[in-house]
Structure formats: structure tokens, C-alpha cells
């Protein structure tokens, strides 16, 4: 399945407020507390991606490579068939589905960006 760029929902954890570590020292704890707390929103089955944009660090053309997770966040995304377009559904709206996003320290602030 390909995706595109998430569009916003307000499903994120804690009614509508991600969780966002500034520095990128989230721990194994953060993130079970985290994860578990979508879990018990119904979210358990959800695919988990992440955002790729958001792992972004000046050092990575000398070979910085393990970049943290600093967000976790659940997203509403549209599926792309082969050729980059949306799937469209029956009634003519867009196919998708909410998704567990993990995010790294370059994390867009302002919704769906």
C-alpha cells in the first residue's frame, strides 16, 4: 500500500493532543505507556507507520543513521493506487485508514504537514 501525507483527525492520544518529546529522549516506557494508551482507545489493530520526513538530522551524509522517535500519533490517511492517484470508494470518497504514526525529532508542528 502506498500512502500520501496524512490529513488531520482529532483521534490523537489524550483528546486531541500529541505527544511530542523535544529533545528525542523518549524511552522504551514513554513509548509502552503511549502505545498503550491506544491500545485501550480501540487502536490495537492499526497499522503502524512512520514518517519518514520527520527523521531528518544534519549529520546523516557523515553517517548519522539511528535517529529517535519522539511522537507518537494516530492519523486518518488516503491509500494511492498504482498510478498516485486516491483510491475512490463506491460513494466517491476517498479509501483510507486511521494509522499509528511514529514520528522522529523533525516532526511537523502544524497539522497534517
Known amino acids: ?44 489493530r492499526r497499522q503502524v507507520c512512520i514518517d519518514k520526513r520527520s527523521f531528518q538530522h544534519n549529520l546523516e551524509p557523515d553517517g548519522c543513521v539511528i535517529l529517535p522517535v519522539c511522537r507518537t500519533d494516530t492519523r486518518w490517511i488516503v491509500e494511492l493506487d498504482g498510478d498516485g492517484c486516491a483510491v475512490i470508494n463506491k460513494d466517491g470518497s476517498e479509501h483510507g485508514e486511521t494509522t499509528v504514526i511514529l514520528g522522529g525529532s523533525s516532526y511537523p508542528v502544524s497539522e497534517g504537514a
Open 1 to 44: 500500500m502506498c500512502l500520501k501525507k496524512p490529513v488531520p483527525k482529532n483521534d490523537s492520544l489524550n483528546d486531541g493532543r500529541t505527544h511530542n518529546y523535544e529533545r528525542g529522549r523518549m524511552t522504551l516506557n514513554q513509548l509502552h505507556k503511549q502505545l498503550g494508551a491506544l491500545i485501550d482507545k480501540g487502536h490495537g
